[in-house]
């Protein structure tokens, strides 16, 4: 048996860039609408206890011979402890025999795969003269996500909300380096500004109503990937052309299972990004259009990154 190859948080860093990320992920979009890769079944339970909660994403991608899962969560408490409240590791599997070939440390890979899907989405879907970038949250991936837009769109301002404006504040210092024009703002105002609107907050009630969205508006929605978690109206889902990277989460766990539970839309109304990206569905067909992604996370982005982090780091 080979060894086992260890991936540590630093070496990952290390190794797979932004736009490295980027370009995985699309592998990723098109893999999965193509039949060439499938997601498992998320597995995500509670430890009450822990006040965590803690689960699995796993898949294959037959192309490039991934196979594997992510194992990880969240731990609220964790943060007052001087750690990341996202915790997670990737195991990578060989395909042909089951065997482990590598241990890869999660949590960098989880939010540059995390920011690199939401620009895969903006750079296919948004408006080619959207000029307002707009971000509901201010946690840990909010600077990664505003870093990734800026690299598909020429975006003039920057709008940040966040339920604790203090937060907000931090991040467009944190941000303070780029050109743009950076305010903060509530969450109406800063929805309603949108030409691209990135959320990505810990909510189980809507936070952007149907009404403060201009026609024409990309949503990247990347905080909801778990029941009962919600960043946006049913109204404002139903309202949209909606976009994916896996129908079944987006209708189980991601933002679109409200308005389903509604009966406002089905599975039929939602569409893999990667199907736009393969040229076998239609994106954008309209400046008026609202577009949505759905970004439910999936364990195969997961594995595309950390297998980049196992063959680009210097072991």
Not at 152 to 165: A, H, L, M, P, Q
Not at 243 to 253: E, G, H, M, R
Not at 273 to 288: F, M
Not at 297 to 308: F, K, N, S
Request: glycine share 8%; proline share 3%; hydrophobic share 45%.
């Amino acid at each position: 048996m080979s060894p086992i190859a260890i991936i540590t948080e630093n070496m990952a860093r290390a190794a797979v860039t932004p736009s490295d990320a980027f370009i995985a992920v699309r592998a990723v979009f098109c893999a999965t609408a193509s039949g060439a890769a499938r997601s498992f079944p998320v597995t995500r339970e509670k430890l009450d206890e822990q006040s965590a909660l803690f689960g699995f994403k796993s898949g294959f991608d037959f192309d490039n011979q991934l196979l594997g899962l992510k194992a990880g969560g969240y731990w609220s408490k964790n943060a007052g402890n001087g750690l990341d409240n996202h915790q997670s590791s990737v195991l990578l599997f060989e395909p042909g025999t089951g065997q482990l070939k590598a241990v890869v440390s999660g949590n960098y890979l989880t939010s540059v795969r995390t920011a690199a899907a939401a620009a895969n989405s903006i750079d296919v879907l948004a408006r080619p003269d959207a000029r307002t970038l707009s971000i509901v949250g201010a946690g840990k991936q909010a600077e990664p996500h505003i870093r990734a837009a800026l690299s598909v769109r020429d975006f003039r301002s920057i709008v940040i909300s966040n339920r604790t404006k203090s937060r907000a504040e931090d991040l467009a210092k944190r941000i303070s380096d780029l050109e743009q024009d950076i305010t903060v703002s509530d969450i109406k105002d800063c929805s309603a500004s949108a030409d691209v609107l990135i959320t990505i907050a810990s909510s189980h009630a809507a936070l952007v109503e149907t009404t403060w969205v201009k026609p024409g508006t990309h949503i990247a929605a990347m905080g909801t990937d778990t029941i009962g978690k919600m960043e946006l109206s049913p109204g404002l889902v139903a309202r949209a052309r909606i976009f994916t990277d896996d129908i079944a989460q987006s209708v189980q766990l991601g933002e679109a299972q409200h308005a389903v539970k509604a009966g406002a839309i089905d599975e039929n109304d939602i569409t893999l990004l990667g199907a736009v990206l393969n040229e076998d569905a239609k994106g954008r067909q309209s400046p008026e259009d609202v577009t949505l992604y759905d970004g439910t996370g999936i364990g195969l982005q997961d594995l595309a990154v950390a297998d980049l982090a196992l063959k680009s780091a210097d072991l």
